[in-house]
């Protein structure tokens, strides 16, 4: 999704028809090898509360060894630095450049403070959450629809966290002071439930400020009912919120190419 979000990032910043720069693809790619890299570094870190929580992940149930693991994630960062560095080459853009630092060393601050801070690891990976969609908007100039995405983006973002945390309760207890052990599981969901609604009212913003496609409309709804879905659900079934989350967000995705 990071790769997409640089190239839906790039498209909402430019007007149609504009054919698609060489650095575009080098800055998705190295959008997708941080991510897979964060991911992988997270996995090998959390082995032992994953073995509670969920035992059906690669390196909890040892289908894959730490050693692979951890070479892999080394291709990962060599292609990171390796695309940037291209990238930068080509283009001498100086802001994608620094927004790439920027989500390197806002995922180092998420993995060695924020993990284990609560509410502050959620809104970190929020916020990182919105870094691909700058990065592809850097190429052409920022534009105000791509600074309006970043709300949306944020927002929902910021829910799933917070309902992820409640599923991963019993594996973080000990470990780290998620915002449900904290506080608990009913300010969790009224908490997610309020990041929903903003995100919700973001998604129409753009009506007010630009003419925007039935497309952008029919695709928001379907996203804004999955939303809607998802918070009715959390009070119960949180893991099926967060499947819901995640499609809505999907469907996001697309309608943020016609706007």
Same mark, same amino acid.
Not at 102 to 131: C, D
């Given at each position: 999704m990071a790769a997409a979000a640089v190239m839906i990032g790039w498209h909402v910043s430019v007007d149609d028809g504009t054919t698609v720069p060489i650095v575009i693809p080098l800055l998705a790619l190295c959008a997708f090898s941080i991510v897979s890299a964060a991911n992988i570094a997270n996995d090998l870190r959390d082995i032992p509360q994953d073995r509670k929580v969920h035992p059906k992940r690669a390196l909890a149930a040892g289908s894959i060894s730490k050693m692979g693991s951890t070479i892999v994630? %080394?291709?990962?960062?060599?292609?990171?630095?390796?695309?940037?560095?291209?990238?930068?080459? +080509?283009?001498?853009?100086?802001?994608?450049?620094?927004?790439?630092?920027?989500?390197?060393?806002?995922?180092?601050?998420?993995?060695?403070?924020?993990?284990?801070?609560?509410?502050?690891?959620?809104?970190? +990976?929020?916020?990182?959450?919105?870094?691909?969609?700058?990065?592809? #908007?850097?190429?052409p100039g920022l534009s105000a629809k791509v600074i309006l995405l970043c709300p949306m983006a944020f927002c929902i973002n910021l829910s799933r966290e917070l309902l992820k945390d409640i599923m991963d309760m019993e594996g973080d207890r000990g470990w780290r002071l998620s915002f449900p052990i904290l506080h608990g599981i009913e300010r969790t969901i009224r908490a997610s439930d309020l990041a929903i609604?903003? #995100?919700?009212?973001?998604?129409?913003?753009?009506? @007010? /400020?630009?003419?925007?496609? +039935?497309?952008?409309?029919?695709?928001?709804?379907?996203?804004?009912?999955?939303?809607?879905? #998802?918070?009715? /659900?959390?009070?119960?079934?949180?893991?099926?919120?967060?499947?819901? +989350?995640?499609?809505?967000?999907?469907?996001?995705?697309?309608? /943020? %190419? @016609?706007?």
């Open positions: 994630l %080394i291709t990962f960062l060599i292609i990171t630095l390796s695309s940037l560095l291209v990238s930068f080459i +080509i283009d001498r853009n100086f802001l994608s450049f620094l927004i790439i630092l920027l989500s390197f060393f806002s995922l180092m601050f998420y993995e060695t403070i924020a993990k284990g801070k609560g509410l502050l690891g959620n809104v970190t +990976i929020a916020y990182l959450t919105i870094l691909p969609f700058l990065l592809g #908007a850097s190429v609604a903003l #995100a919700m009212i973001s998604s129409i913003l753009p009506l @007010f /400020f630009w003419k925007v496609g +039935i497309h952008y409309l029919v695709l928001v709804l379907c996203s804004d009912i999955l939303f809607i879905t #998802a918070s009715f /659900f959390s009070k119960w079934r949180v893991g099926t919120s967060v499947l819901s +989350i995640k499609l809505g967000m999907v469907l996001g995705l697309m309608g /943020f %190419i @016609f706007l």
